[in-house]
């Protein structure tokens, strides 16, 4: 019983190494979503432009803290992650320390992190200032201050973060506030 259970043992490592280096893509463990990742997706032209998982992300343009222009499309070919977020706003303030070690982590690998700042909530931008500052902030905050892009993706809640693959598609959505463990795990998902 033992020596079958170790030849049993054996062949499914080696079903395994097949699956994960000669097939690959095509692997049954990347099918099935067990490698943790998310799948390429081949039907780009198909895909709808809207707020949900698998939709394009809708574009936008805005201003960042230190005046130059942002484009979500600009960013193609890069992982991104969109969070809509306030000084005043405790959840917030708990995840941006994670927010940036991530930042510096993965910016190598083509990871970027737009922070829409709700400037409509401020008292006044110096304390979107103060705060960038103060936690030592150094991925590109642009500022909503018509409310026009919050309103255009819907935010009901701060913070509310959108990972987008490096083809703007939308591979989730988290509202409320981020443990480091869980923006880490949506990061390394990202095709």
């Not at 994960?20 to 490698?35: F, Q, R, Y």
């Not at 026009?148 to 939308?170: H, K, L, W």
């Amino acid at each position: 019983m033992k020596k079958f259970l170790i030849v049993i043992g054996i062949i499914l490592a080696v079903l395994f190494v097949v699956d994960m280096t000669v097939l690959k893509d095509e692997g049954i463990i990347n099918k099935v979503g067990l490698t943790g990742k998310y799948k390429k997706l081949d039907n780009l032209d198909e895909l709808p432009v809207g707020l949900a998982e698998g939709n394009v992300a809708p574009d936008f343009s805005l201003v960042d803290l230190n005046g130059n222009s942002i484009k979500l499309s600009d960013l193609r070919g890069k992982k991104v992650l969109v969070n809509f977020w306030a000084t005043w706003c405790p959840p917030c303030k708990a995840e941006m320390p994670y927010m940036q070690e991530m930042y510096e982590k993965y910016q190598e690998d083509g990871f970027e992190i737009l922070a829409v700042n709700s400037t409509v909530t401020e008292k006044a931008r110096e304390n979107v200032v103060d705060f960038v500052s103060e936690y030592g902030l150094s991925f590109p905050i642009p500022m909503d201050e018509k409310n026009r892009v919050s309103s255009d993706y819907e935010i009901m809640a701060y913070p509310t973060s959108f990972f987008i693959d490096s083809d703007g598609v939308i591979r989730s959505i988290t509202v409320g506030g981020m443990t480091k463990e869980h923006l880490e795990g949506e990061i390394k998902k990202l095709p």
